[in-house]
């Protein structure tokens, strides 16, 4: 597998690991102690902080700040300008860095344009986030949740497309069936 690409305006600190195949592109800062897998992308003026953890093939568009605390797995979609945060009640007076809250985002997990992570929450498995949307609790495996605070209204195939209302039927596209698993949904028969 190729070397990472590191784009000459990029600024990649001492201490940073980058996976092979990665691609890191314009104006961006990986900070030391940040791990960023294999076959990643990195859109322009992204930044990356200490102890940030990032799987394989995980893609993060133009003007994404990923703060500490947060954790991606393999296949992740990050929207143009969507928003992490890492305290819950910041003050510029008052240093909160004992607080910060973890945030995890499962595997296949998307989340859209201008969409708002509060910390201290759990994306699903392939959980959808629509643009726009503010994640205020934890979004179930395969949920699609939209709005201000973000609520469920459907569910997604791992395909990336919508599934009935139930997600208990085939998808669609890929044929891929479901069972309803706690707050979310399982795979019964990939396809």
Same mark, same amino acid.
């Given at each position: 597998m ?7 305006? &990029?600024?990649?600190d001492?201490?940073?690991?980058i ?12 900070? =030391? ?17 200490p102890g ?8 993060i ?6 703060y500490e ?10 929207g143009?300008?969507m ?5 819950v ?6 240093s909160?860095k004992?607080?910060?809250? =973890? ?5 296949g997990?998307?989340i859209? @344009?201008n ?13 959808f986030?629509?643009?726009g ?10 949920a699609l949740?939209?709005?201000? =605070?973000?609520?469920r ?7 990336g497309?919508r599934?009935?209302? &139930?997600?208990?039927? =085939?998808?669609?596209?890929?044929g891929?069936r479901?069972r @309803? ?6 795979i019964?028969? &990939? &396809?």
């Amino acid at each position: 597998m190729s070397a990472p690409f590191i784009h000459a305006s &990029a600024f990649v600190d001492e201490g940073a690991t980058i996976g092979a195949g990665t691609r890191i592109w314009h104006f961006c800062h990986v900070n =030391p102690g940040a791990v960023i897998g294999e076959r990643c992308s990195l859109g322009q003026n992204v930044v990356i902080m200490p102890g940030v953890q990032i799987g394989n093939n995980v893609k993060i568009q133009n003007n994404v700040s990923v703060y500490e605390g947060v954790t991606m797995e393999d296949d992740v979609f990050c929207g143009p300008s969507m928003v992490f945060t890492n305290v819950v009640n910041p003050r510029s007076h008052v240093s909160r860095k004992h607080e910060y809250q =973890p945030t995890m985002v499962r595997r296949g997990a998307t989340i859209g @344009a201008n969409a708002t992570v509060l910390c201290g929450t759990t994306l699903g498995t392939y959980a959808f986030v629509a643009a726009g949307a503010v994640i205020t609790k934890d979004v179930p495996a395969f949920a699609l949740v939209a709005g201000v =605070p973000a609520r469920r209204i459907g569910w997604m195939c791992r395909c990336g497309e919508r599934l009935d209302d &139930a997600g208990t039927g =085939p998808c669609p596209v890929c044929g891929t069936r479901y069972r @309803a698993d706690g707050d979310g949904l399982a795979i019964v028969e &990939a &396809a």
